[in-house]
């Protein structure tokens, strides 16, 4: 069975300043990656996503993700961050990348912006 | 295109009552999956269903649990005599039935509080 582990439940950092948020899976097959990102009471929003070929996927704001087989992680990073970055971060796989499956989620990241 | 809509987004109920949430997915959308937030915890998997079709309830409780997505209409998830520990947000998340990943997309979830 899949599983996922994001360490650091909390993460506090200084606006401007880089953050790397940690996340470790474990699956017996190959997976997608996804991180998702949740402001407070609203639901989960998209972030990046791997699926295959290159292993640095980036999105729009700014954030990039790296997905490393031999260590089965795929950490979550800014170079500077902002205010707005504030939220909830989630990390989460899906097996059986050929058919709609479910998700598994890890714990989540606090991610807590101060100037 | 609206996106995955959800409601009620609050939801209140004495232990004992039952609880009805609704999920209407993304227009074009066949797949649904609901996931449950426990409170400072990740999103757990519960059920995964197709139109009139349930293909993977290995995350729903066994009692008291059920759900359904008819042909015509949201997708329901319906807890019966629901209790305190049954308090949670619950999220319903949509995709197509098409390669490559089957994204799925969240609405705002429904936070339900039992008393």
């Known amino acids: ?85 504030t939220a909830e971060y989630f990390c989460a796989v899906k097996e059986e990348p050929g058919t709609a499956s479910k998700l598994t989620f890890g714990t989540g990241t606090r991610l807590q912006v101060t100037l | 295109n609206a996106g995955v809509m959800q409601n009620p987004r609050h939801l209140v109920r004495r232990r004992g009552q039952e609880a009805r949430l609704r999920c209407s997915p993304m227009k074009g959308h066949s797949h649904v999956y609901w996931y449950r937030q426990l409170p400072e915890e990740g999103l757990k998997f519960m059920v995964y269903l197709q139109k009139e079709n349930i293909i993977d309830e290995s995350g729903m409780p066994k009692e008291r649990f059920s759900a359904e997505f008819p042909k015509e209409g949201p ?19 949509s995709s197509l039935y098409r390669a490559p990943a089957y994204e799925q997309y969240f609405g705002p979830g429904t936070r339900l509080t039992v008393t």
């Open chain 1, 1 to 85: 069975a899949q599983s996922v582990t994001q360490l650091d439940s909390q993460v506090p950092v200084f606006e401007e300043a880089p953050v790397e948020l940690r996340c470790n899976y474990s699956s017996s097959v190959s997976v997608y990656l996804f991180w998702y990102v949740q402001y407070p009471n609203q639901g989960l929003q998209l972030l990046l996503k791997y699926l295959s070929g290159s292993t640095l996927v980036e999105s729009i704001n700014g954030f990039e993700a790296e997905f490393n087989k031999s260590q089965t992680s795929f950490h979550l990073r800014k170079p500077s961050v902002h205010i707005s970055d």
């Open chain 2, 75 to 93: 997708s329901i998830l319906r807890i019966q005599q629901v209790v305190r520990g049954d308090s949670a947000a619950y999220f319903c998340a």
